[in-house]
DNA sequence: ATCCTCCCCTAC
DNA sequence: TAAGGTAGGGGAGGAT
C-alpha cells in the first residue's frame, strides 16, 4: 500500500514538473537546445539560486524536476552535500552549479568533469554520454516571406520591436484602466491640476537587455545589445540595436543604431535575441505594483511611467520622499529581476529631467523652486521632451545648447522660430514650468497598420492584394477596440528618383519621399473590404509606380464606439460626452425610471426636497436615491441628475449638518464613477 | 478666425 | 541579410 502511495505521488510530481516547466517555457520562450534530455534536481542551497538555474536549464531545452527519481534525474545540482547524501547518490552525477551557469555562457555543453563535485565513482562521465545526446544549437533562420504572401504581415508584426513597443503601449492603458477600478474601486480620474502634486517618473533601465541579463548573469557588466542579428556576424551588419546596457554606451553605441556600426564602436559588443514575452510579463508586473499604490498612473510605454505620489507621501519631507522612492524601486526589482531609476518633480517635465540624472540605477529629487531651476537650466535642450533633432537644429543654429541659453529669449522669439505652440512649450519647459495633467484616461483618435520593411512589389494588382492583407488586419485591430472610423488615410513611401533600387539594409526602404492621402467614408466602418475599396479609390486617384513602393500604412481616425453602450433608446452616446463636459440630454425619449411609485419628476424632486429637510438620513433611504440617480444616468438623462444635485446641495447647505454632507458627498461620488463608467467623462462640478 | 488636408516631428 | 510601428501634436497653406 505503501508504495503504491509513493507510487502515485511521484506520478502526480512529475505531472507537477512538467506543467510548470512547460507554463515557464510559454512565458519566456527556449532560446537553445544544449541542455536537451538533461534533467537536473537542485539540492540545498546554491549560488546562482535554484530558480535562476531552472530558468537558464529550462530556457535551454532541458527539464528540471522537483524531487529525486534515479530514473529521471541525469544531473544533481548542489554546492555541498550532507554525508549522507554524498553517500546516497554515490553512483548519481553531481555538479555544482557553476556547470549550468558556464554551459549557458558557452551556447554548448562543456564536459561535466571540471565540475563533478564529489568524484565517487570512477566511470560516471562514460555512464552520463552514454544517457544523454548532445544536440546542437538550433539554428533557424527564417527567409521573409513574399510582400504578398498571407504570412507577411503577421510574420513581420510578431518581429518588429516597433510594432511590440507601440501595441504594448496601447494594452497597457487598457490594463491600467481595469487595475485602477479593481484597486480603487471609488476613484474618479479627474485632473488633479488644481491641487500641488508630486510626480514620480519611472524608468526600467536599459529594459530588453536588462530582461536578457536576467538569466545570463555571465553577460553582466559587459557590453550588450538586444538585436535580430546574430552574434558573431561579420561587422556588416544593418540590424538595428532596439537596447543596449551602459557598458556599451560607454563606447558610443546607442538604441537604433546599427550592429555593424556598433561593432566599430565597440568590437567585444554581445547580441541577444529579443524576449518579447518575458518584456511584456515585466510590465504587465511594473504597471500592476504602481497601481496598487495609487490610481494616479499614467502609461508612458512597456518600461516607463508617470505616478503623482502626493497623497502617498508628505510633500513637506523631501529625505521620507525619497525614502518612499527608493523603496518601491527595491520592490519593483525584486518583482522583475530589473534595476530601475527614478525622478521626482513637481510636474511631468520635471520629473522626467531628474531620471536622467538617477540613471541607471538610481534616483533623484528636484522639487523645490529654486533646485528646479538651478537643474533645468544646465541640461542641454535636446534633453527636454519633444525636442527632437529637427527641432534642436534650429535651435542649434542659434547657437542655442542648454536650457539655459533660453533664459533670456522672449517668448515671441521662441515662437518665431519654431512655431506658436513649440515656442511657448520650449519657453516654458526652459524655466521647469509644465502645466501637463497625468493622462489617466486616454480616448484613442486614430488606429493604423503600417508596414516599411520588406516591401518589394511589381504590379498593382500585387499592391492590391497586399493592401488587402493590411486592411484585414486593421479590421481586426478596429473590432478588438470596438471603434468604427470615418476617414481613411492612405500613407506610401516610394523610392526617391536617385535612391538605388535596392538599399544597403536587406529588405529596408531606403531614401524615400513620402505621401499621403486621405477620404472621408459617409457611414463610419470597420470592415476590411470597405476600407480597402476606399483606399483602392485613392490608389487609383494617383499616379505611382509599383515597383517603387517601399512602404505602406492605412489608417481610420474619426472614431466612434462600434456599438454603443446605451442603444438608441437614448440621444447620448459614449463617445459625444467628452472628459469635464458632460452634456444635458435635451430631447428625453426614454421611459422614466420610477421613484417609490413616481415617475413625475416634479414629485420626485418634492420628496427628496422633504427627504434632505427630515430629521437625520438612513443609509436605506440614501440608497434608494442613489438607486434612483443610478437609473436617470443608465437612461441618459443627465439635466435631471443635475438638478437633482442641485436640489440637495441647496438643501443641506442651509442645515450645515455633517451627517448630511455626508450623504450628499457620496451621493456625488456615486454619480461621478457612473458617469465614468458608462459615458467615460465626469460631471463638470463648477457648473452644478 | 477656423477648418481641412497633407505633411513633418517626436516618443517609446 | 532582417523584421524601419504607431499615436498624437502641430505647422503650412489653402478653402470656407
Not at 71 to 100: E, G, R, Y
Not at 216 to 238: F, I, Q
Not at 331 to 350: D, F, M, Q, R, Y
Request: aromatic share 8%.
Amino acid at each position: 500500500m505503501g508504495s503504491f502511495n509513493d507510487y502515485m505521488d511521484l506520478k502526480k510530481q512529475k505531472e507537477g514538473d512538467q506543467n510548470s516547466n512547460q507554463k515557464f517555457l510559454l512565458d519566456t520562450g527556449r532560446i537553445s537546445n544544449i541542455f536537451k534530455g538533461v534533467s537536473i534536481y537542485i539540492t540545498g542551497f546554491t549560488n546562482p539560486p535554484s530558480s535562476v538555474l531552472k530558468e537558464i536549464v529550462l530556457r535551454n531545452g532541458g527539464s528540471v524536476t522537483m524531487f529525486f527519481s534515479k530514473t529521471h534525474v541525469t544531473h544533481i545540482i548542489a554546492s555541498n552535500l550532507p554525508d549522507f547524501k554524498v553517500k546516497l547518490w554515490k553512483n548519481d552525477m553531481i555538479v555544482t552549479p557553476q556547470w549550468i551557469v558556464d554551459c549557458d555562457a558557452a551556447q554548448s555543453r562543456l564536459s561535466e568533469a571540471k565540475y563533478i563535485l564529489y568524484r565517487t565513482s570512477e566511470n560516471i562521465r562514460d555512464m552520463m554520454t552514454s544517457r544523454v545526446e548532445v544536440y546542437p544549437i538550433k539554428n533557424a533562420s527564417k527567409i521573409i516571406p513574399e510582400t504578398t504572401s498571407h504570412d507577411f504581415v503577421g510574420e513581420f508584426y510578431s518581429n518588429s520591436r516597433l510594432h511590440h513597443l507601440s501595441t504594448s503601449v496601447s494594452e497597457l492603458r487598457q490594463k491600467v484602466s481595469k487595475l485602477q477600478n479593481q484597486y480603487h474601486p471609488s476613484y474618479i480620474p479627474i485632473n488633479k491640476s488644481q491641487t500641488s502634486s508630486v510626480i514620480l517618473h519611472i524608468d526600467i533601465d536599459c529594459f530588453f537587455v536588462s530582461i536578457s541579463l536576467r538569466t545570463r548573469l555571465h553577460l553582466r557588466g559587459k557590453p550588450v545589445c538586444v538585436t535580430h542579428a546574430k552574434p558573431n556576424e561579420n561587422s556588416d551588419s544593418y540590424a538595428e540595436i532596439s537596447s543596449c546596457s551602459y557598458e556599451a554606451r560607454e563606447f558610443g553605441v546607442k538604441n537604433g543604431m546599427f550592429l555593424g556600426k556598433a561593432l566599430k564602436l565597440c568590437p567585444n559588443i554581445i547580441a541577444v535575441p529579443y524576449e518579447f514575452d518575458a518584456y511584456h510579463k515585466a510590465s504587465n508586473e511594473l504597471y500592476r505594483i504602481l497601481v496598487e499604490k495609487t490610481p494616479y498612473v499614467e502609461v508612458v510605454s512597456c518600461d516607463e511611467a508617470f505616478v503623482d505620489i502626493v497623497e502617498l507621501v508628505d510633500v513637506t519631507d523631501e529625505a521620507a520622499i525619497k525614502g518612499w522612492v527608493q523603496e518601491l524601486r527595491t520592490e519593483i526589482h525584486s518583482a522583475i529581476s530589473c534595476t530601475v531609476s527614478a525622478g521626482i518633480g513637481p510636474n511631468k517635465l520635471v520629473a522626467r529631467m531628474a531620471t536622467r540624472a538617477g540613471k541607471p540605477n538610481g534616483q533623484y529629487l528636484c522639487y523645490s523652486e529654486s533646485s528646479v531651476l538651478d537643474y533645468i537650466k544646465s541640461q542641454p535642450l535636446q534633453d527636454l521632451p519633444g525636442i527632437g533633432s529637427s527641432t534642436f537644429h534650429k535651435l542649434e543654429s542659434k547657437s542655442y545648447k542648454l536650457c539655459g541659453d533660453l533664459l533670456t529669449k522672449t517668448k515671441s522669439e521662441l515662437s518665431e522660430l519654431l512655431g506658436p505652440k513649440t515656442g511657448e512649450t520650449v519657453y516654458n519647459y526652459c524655466r521647469g514650468r509644465d502645466s501637463r495633467d497625468l493622462v489617466l484616461k486616454h480616448e484613442r483618435k486614430s488606429i493604423s497598420v503600417e508596414i516599411n520593411y520588406g516591401i518589394r512589389l511589381e504590379t498593382i494588382k500585387q499592391f492590391e492584394t497586399f493592401l488587402l492583407n493590411l486592411c484585414d488586419e486593421l479590421e481586426k485591430r478596429m473590432k478588438n477596440e470596438n471603434v468604427v472610423g470615418s476617414l481613411v488615410t492612405l500613407k506610401m513611401k516610394e523610392r526617391s528618383e536617385n535612391a538605388a533600387v535596392e538599399p544597403i539594409k536587406y529588405m529596408g526602404h531606403g531614401i524615400c519621399d513620402n505621401v499621403s492621402k486621405s477620404v472621408n467614408i459617409a457611414n463610419a466602418t470597420n470592415s476590411g473590404k470597405v476600407i480597402h475599396s476606399k483606399v483602392m479609390s485613392l490608389v487609383n486617384s494617383m499616379t505611382l509606380n509599383p515597383e517603387d513602393l517601399r512602404g505602406v500604412g492605412v489608417q481610420m481616425s474619426k472614431l466612434k464606439e462600434a456599438s454603443p453602450v446605451i442603444s438608441n433608446t437614448t440621444n447620448v452616446s459614449k463617445k459625444s460626452v467628452k472628459q469635464k463636459n458632460v452634456p444635458v440630454c435635451k430631447t428625453f425619449q426614454c421611459p422614466v425610471p420610477e421613484f417609490l411609485g413616481h415617475k413625475n419628476p416634479a414629485d420626485v424632486k418634492n420628496i427628496i426636497k422633504n427627504w434632505c429637510e427630515s430629521p437625520e438620513p438612513f443609509q436605506v433611504d440614501a440608497d434608494k436615491v442613489d438607486e434612483y440617480i443610478t437609473d436617470l444616468i443608465k437612461y441618459g438623462n443627465i439635466s435631471l441628475v443635475k438638478e437633482l444635485l442641485r436640489l440637495m446641495r441647496k438643501q443641506l447647505k442651509v442645515r450645515e449638518a455633517p451627517e448630511w454632507n455626508a450623504v450628499f458627498n457620496s451621493t456625488l461620488q456615486n454619480v461621478q464613477r457612473k458617469i465614468h463608467v458608462l459615458f467615460n467623462g465626469i460631471l463638470d462640478m463648477d457648473n452644478l
